[in-house]
T-cell receptor, first 113, second 120 residues
Framework: DAGVIQSPRHEVTEMGQEVTLRCKPI?????LFWYRQTMMRGLELLIY????????DSGMPEDRFSAKMPNASFSTLKIQPSEPRDSAVYFC???????????FGPGTRLLVL | AQTVTQSQPEMSVQEAETVTLSCTYD???????LFWYKQPPSRQMILVIR??????QNATENRFSVNFQKAAKSFSLKISDSQLGDAAMYFC?????????????????FGKGTKLSVKP
């Protein structure tokens, strides 16, 4: 079975540009999580969905960040406009109900110049 | 709020030897999960092992095992017969168990990690 798929794997953009990160969870998993990893703050949750519905978005830094899950097999995290401080590795993870375990994608390394 | 503490920023082990990574956590919940994740230089987060709080038996996965001390809120990872491929950052993580009952606590809370080096 394929794991969590994320695209792009690397993204370099200029300040002010829109960035869209994509995630395909493991089939059958009904929880999807977006995390961000930086040297300063470590791994932190941005938002998570259950059955395509956002449950907790308290970790979303500000209005420049938005996330959607239009169906069970696809989610996006959008940053508009991007800023240099958004540079980080963004992970998507999924989990089936009752499992407890979360399985991570390979991450997207974002660099905002 | 729950917290996870890894007090060893870096550890080193000789190939084929055994090493133990420490983790403590703080929670007032009785139903929860604990995890160890491995992050090699590729940045992929790999689930190594998990422990349900209600289970008294320590989890084991091949060369990896945990020492779960619920009363002490301690969750250490033991790596036996260390291999060069074990070199990575290791993160301890906590997750509330109440998610299974429709609660909102679904995310993992991570420690700051321990960087493990393996010497040939």
């Amino acid at each position: 079975d394929a794991g969590v798929i994320q695209s792009p794997r690397h993204e370099v953009t200029e300040m002010g540009q829109e960035v869209t990160l994509r995630c395909k969870p493991i089939s059958g998993h009904d929880y999807l999580f977006w995390y961000r990893q930086t040297m300063m703050r470590g791994l932190e949750l941005l938002i998570y969905f259950n059955n395509n519905v956002p449950i907790d978005d308290s970790g979303m830094p500000e209005d420049r960040f938005s996330a959607k899950m239009p169906n069970a097999s696809f989610s996006t995290l959008k940053i508009q406009p991007s800023e240099p401080r958004d540079s980080a590795v963004y992970f998507c993870a999924s989990s089936p109900t009752g499992s407890g375990s979360q399985y991570f994608g390979p991450g997207t390394r974002l660099l905002v110049l | 709020a729950q917290t996870v503490t890894q007090s060893q920023p870096e550890m080193s082990v000789q190939e084929a030897e055994t090493v133990t990574l420490s983790c403590t956590y703080d929670t007032s919940e009785s139903d929860y999960y604990l995890f160890w994740y491995k992050q090699p230089p590729s940045r992929q987060m790999i689930l190594v092992i998990r422990q349900e709080a209600y289970k008294q038996q320590n989890a084991t996965e091949n060369r990896f095992s945990v020492n779960f001390q619920k009363a002490a809120k301690s969750f250490s990872l033991k790596i036996s017969d260390s291999q060069l491929g074990d070199a990575a950052m290791y993160f301890c993580a906590y997750r509330s168990g109440y998610m299974n009952y429709g609660g909102s606590q679904g995310n993992l809370i991570f420690g700051k990690g321990t960087k493990l080096s393996v010497k040939p």
